[in-house]
């Protein structure tokens, strides 16, 4: 069975919205550009090395299909133009962007993708789908990125269902002041 991993930009805050910039309309957008670091990228590079397919949100698969096809780059932009990309959507009717496929219903599809043969599966953003996969306990590892900074509102991970969802630390480091955390969810 393949693992889903969930891999998110974060602020203490708990906001996840805009990390690079134009993703949405945030007073501040960009936040997280200011703590790149070396040892982040190379995390990020080996992260994506670690699987063989992404599943992605719509906003997060059109922001991402708008972009990366005109990238280049044998760490990052190739490996994401050339593995298969899975958008959750029941508004797409169709996908330009290379080995992209679209899946309508979380419970079913994506349950049925992590049980085919094949790698891991990277989920980036995404927030909407990031909540469902919770909820349905699709998720076999989270990883957060916690920058050190507060931006007073905006998208977060986790919404108000009151659902309680419990997670074991598997790992942490830090990278140039930003905590990364890698948890694994107790089901």
């Known amino acids: 069975m393949r693992k ?3 891999s998110e930009f974060i602020t203490l805050d708990g906001v996840i919205e805009a990390p690079g910039g134009k993703e949405t309309n945030h007073p501040h957008e960009g936040w997280q550009t200011g ?3 070396p040892e ?3 995390y990020k590079m080996d992260e994506l090395a670690s699987v063989d397919s992404l599943l992605l949100g719509k906003t997060t698969f059109e922001a991402f299909a708008a972009y990366w096809p005109g990238q280049t780059g044998a760490e ?3 490996p994401i ?3 298969p990309k899975y958008v959750v959507s029941r508004s797409l009717q169709k996908v330009a962007w290379n080995n992209s496929h679209i899946l309508r219903d979380v419970a079913k599809d994506v349950a049925a993708l992590k049980n085919s043969e094949g790698g891991n599966i990277l989920v980036y953003g995404s927030a909407t789908l990031v909540r469902a996969l919770l909820h349905h306990d699709l998720i076999d590892e989270l990883r957060l990125m916690v920058y050190p900074l507060s ?3 905006g998208l977060r991970l986790f919404d108000d269902s009151r ?3 419990k997670f074991v630390l598997k790992h942490s480091h830090v990278a140039d002041g930003v905590l990364i955390l890698e948890y694994q969810p107790i089901v």
């Open 35 to 37: 703590y790149r670091s």
């Open 40 to 42: 982040a990228g190379k």
């Open 163 to 165: 659902e309680l969802k």
């Open 81 to 83: 133009n050339q593995m």
């Open 76 to 78: 990052f932009a190739d």
């Open 4 to 6: 889903i991993i969930v």
């Open 151 to 153: 931006i007073g509102g």
